[in-house]
């Protein structure tokens, strides 16, 4: 193990210099468009929303192959804080906060609480990934829910690209900023989103995730009845005015 963290210790003083330099390619979440260009117009904290986001991984259970993390810097609203479990049993937490695949694919598992609003309610989902050296095997990014399971996204975008070190060099490879999202006409009590490496030696830096629901409010009966009578009583009033006027 002593050589595995010399042959990688210059990439993880590499990846502090990186991380603090990419923040500006993050977006905001009330500036990510929909599939048709629409915005829901949200901002983090707004009713009907939750977030949580890591910039530093940490290890709860450090006895355990797998890696647990419940404690995002961004921890959400409502208590709805998300847990980031890595379960390949190859990942490791680097000084620099990263998990790290050091001998195959890193396998990944985030579960977001939601707010259980039924149907009634669109849910934007919308997940961001900073990566280091080999990148995320995009194909893999699947949300599941309540109802609905292994889902693609609805759309991806990828915020910003650099290299770093000589191709196919050891300590080579790509700071890869990457969004995906889902529009999800129900809102559930749990979502969990599933990805993983390309291939070993990706490192994941940084990873956020925000949801949004757009609640449609539903006429009571009552209502509903008061607009159906004024529709006929404007309708009767603009037929007697046609007749008068002949």
Known sequence: ????????????????????????N?????????IDNANFGWVRGAPNSTFSGWDVFNNETPALTTI?????????Q???????????????????????????????????????????????????????????????????????TNVLPSFTQELSRSSFGTPGQPGSGANVVYLAGWDVAQNV??????????ASAMSLAKFNLDTFASVTVVPEPTTVALIS???IGWGIHRTRKKMLSR
């Open 229 to 231: 009578l004024a529709a």
């Open 78 to 148: 409502f208590g709805f804080a998300a847990t980031i479990r890595e379960t390949s049993g190859s990942g490791i937490v680097l000084g620099s906060g990263n998990i790290y695949g050091l001998s195959s694919v890193t396998t990944f598992v985030v579960n977001q609480p939601g707010l259980n609003l039924g149907p009634s309610a669109t849910t934007r989902i919308v997940a961001q990934f900073q990566t280091l050296g080999n990148e995320l095997r995009y194909d893999s990014i699947r949300l599941s829910g309540t109802d609905f």
């Open 68 to 76: 647990l993390d419940s404690t995002p810097e961004l921890p959400g």
């Open 1 to 24: 193990m002593v050589l595995h963290w010399t042959r990688y210790g210059f990439r993880s003083l590499f990846i502090l210099f990186v991380v603090s330099t990419i923040q500006s």
């Open 189 to 198: 009590g749990d979502y969990s989103l599933a990805f993983e490496s390309s």
């Open 26 to 34: 993050w977006l905001r979440a009330e500036l990510i468009p929909s």
